[in-house]
C-alpha cells in the first residue's frame, strides 16, 4: 500500500516537473520585464528632458534674411537653432535673446554665432518674445502641450506598471498579470502618442517654421528619439509577457498545489 503511494506521488511529481521547468522560464521572462520597464522609467526621464530627438543639419549654412542657419536641435518642448551673422559683433543686440554667443569665421568673414533656444511651453501673452520669435509656431506649441501632456502622463503610468509587475511576484493569481498587463498597454500608447507626435512635428516644422527647417536643409532623428522608440517596445514587450502568462492554471495544470489554488474562482464578500 505504502509503495502504491511512493510511486503515485513519484509520477505526480515526474508529471509537474515540465510545469515547474516553464514556471521557473515563466518567472525569469516576467522578472527581464520587470527590470526593464524599471530601467525604461530612468531612460523616458532622459529622453523627454533632452534637446536631442531631432537634428536639422543646414550643411555650410543657408542664408534666411541676413543671418545663415546652420543646425538645429529639437526636443520636446524645447528647439535650439544656431545661426551666423556676419554683420554682428560681440556687442550686437540680439533680440531673441542670446543663449550662447562667440566670435566665429565663417565663409571668410568674422562674425557672431548664436546659438538660440525657443521655449514652446511659453505663453505668448506673459512671454511676449515669442511674438518676435522666428521659430515659434502656433501649431507647434500645441504639439508640444500634447507631447508634454502624453509624456507625464506615461511616466506615472510606467512606475505603476513596475509596482504592478514587481506585486505578481508576491501574488500569483492570474487577474494581477491581466491588470499589471493592461498598465503597460496604456504605459506603450502614452510614449507611442509622443513618438508619432514628434513626426508630426517635425513635418509641420518643415512646411511652417523655415527659421528651424530651411527649404535645403535635412534632418535625422538622434539619440533621445530612439531612446523614446525603445521605451515603446519594452512597455509592449512586458504587455504582452504579462498577457501570455496570465492564463489559468487549474488542478494538474498548475506545477504546485498553491498556484492552483490561486487560480480558483474566489467570492469576494463584504
Known sequence: METDKMSTASSVGAERRPLMQALVLERRILFGCTI???????????????SKW????????????????????SGVWEICRNEFDPNATASTPWPNGTVSAETCTFRESTG????????????????????????????????????????????????????????????????????????HF?????????????NTTVED???????????????????????????????FGAAASFLWYSRKRKGDKAATDELAMADEPTIIGR
Request: hydrophobic share 50%; with cysteine; aromatic share 16%.
Open 36 to 50: 526593464l520597464v524599471g530601467l525604461s522609467t530612468f531612460l523616458w526621464i532622459t529622453a523627454v528632458c533632452t
Open 186 to 198: 496604456i504605459s506603450t500608447s502614452c510614449t507611442f502618442v509622443v513618438v508619432q507626435v514628434m
Open 205 to 235: 516644422l518643415k512646411k511652417s517654421v523655415p527659421a528651424v527647417f530651411p527649404v535645403k536643409a535635412y534632418y535625422y532623428f538622434h539619440i533621445s528619439f530612439y531612446l523614446a522608440v525603445f521605451v515603446v517596445l519594452v512597455n
Open 112 to 183: 557672431q554665432c548664436y546659438t538660440l533656444c525657443t521655449n514652446y511651453l511659453a505663453t505668448p501673452v506673459a512671454d511676449q518674445k515669442a511674438h518676435r520669435d522666428p521659430a515659434y509656431n502656433v501649431e507647434i506649441a500645441n504639439l508640444v502641450r500634447t507631447m508634454t501632456s502624453f509624456g507625464i502622463i506615461g511616466l506615472f503610468v510606467m512606475a505603476m506598471g513596475c509596482g504592478f509587475s514587481l506585486y505578481t511576484f508576491r501574488n500569483p493569481r492570474y487577474m494581477f498579470k491581466r491588470l499589471a498587463a493592461g498598465i
Open 54 to 73: 531631432v537634428h536639422i543639419e543646414g550643411g555650410n549654412g543657408i542664408l534666411i534674411n541676413t543671418t545663415y542657419f546652420m543646425s538645429s536641435d
